[in-house]
């Protein structure tokens, strides 16, 4: 069994300083994760995903995030918000099988003030 | 640059209707899902295909089934509509081993 916990249902944060998204995983496997942003009325896009490589990851809009198992954690970070990142953010842990299922978790809305 | 593509966008059905929601995807991936996504809530599994012709129930399956056409379709169709089937609805696609899953825009369904 696997699950995620976001940590913050909401992060408020503003314009120009540092982003942190929390995330706590469990598996049963060797996990990977992934994180994807959905803005309003849209599909989820895959920010950066974890799969048993490097620690840190880089991904996509300067984010990144880094892996530490000890601590089952995979939180999400970025130097600098930028307006355009205000949106919805899962973590999301794959399952060892083939079918590759994906748990996700509750999300954390994220806000840009101004 | 289509990606996984979903028809509707949006719809609204009165309790006991049916309704096939509709999944296309263009990037030759084996793998296909759809999902529900309520109000706080991440995405929930309905169903899976590995293949065309193979499908399988996820998280919450009663009163949906699955038809994986070909290997570029997989519809999700209600038979008799409830409201607690009222969601956002989404279609995701998956190349194969660690590949990521690749997400369409959703359908929106309201059932009244």
């Known amino acids: 069994a696997q699950s995620v916990t976001q940590l913050d249902s909401h992060v408020s944060v503003s314009e120009g300083t540092p982003v942190l998204l929390r995330c706590n995983y469990s598996s049963s496997y060797s996990p990977s994760l992934f994180w994807y942003v959905q803005h309003p009325n849209k599909g989820l896009q895959l920010l950066l995903k974890?799969?048993?490589?490097?620690?840190l990851v880089k991904g996509i809009n300067g984010f990144e995030a880094e892996f530490k198992k000890s601590e089952t954690s995979f939180h999400l970070t970025k130097p600098s918000a930028h307006m355009s990142d205000a949106a919805e953010y899962f973590c999301?842990?794959?399952?060892?099988?083939?079918?590759?299922?994906?748990?996700f978790g509750s999300g954390t809305r994220l806000q840009v003030q101004p | 640059n289509a990606g996984v593509t979903q028809t509707p966008k949006f719809q609204v059905l009165k309790t006991g209707q049916s309704m096939t929601l509709q999944c296309a995807q263009d990037?030759?991936?084996?793998?296909m899902y759809w999902y529900r996504q309520d109000p706080g809530m991440g995405l929930r599994l309905i169903y899976y295909s590995a293949s065309e012709g193979t499908t399988d129930k996820g998280e919450v399956p009663n009163g949906y089934n699955v038809s994986r056409l070909n290997k570029r379709e997989f519809s999700l169709r209600l038979e008799s509509a409830a409201p607690s089937q009222t969601s956002v609805y989404f279609c995701?696609?998956?190349?194969?081993?660690?590949?990521?899953?690749?997400f369409g825009d959703g359908t929106r369904l309201s059932i009244l």
């Open positions: 974890y799969t048993s490589a490097a620690t």
């Open positions: 990037m030759n991936h084996n793998s």
């Open positions: 995701a696609s998956r190349l194969q081993g660690d590949q990521p899953q690749h």
């Open positions: 999301v842990v794959s399952d060892g099988t083939g079918r590759r299922a994906l748990t």
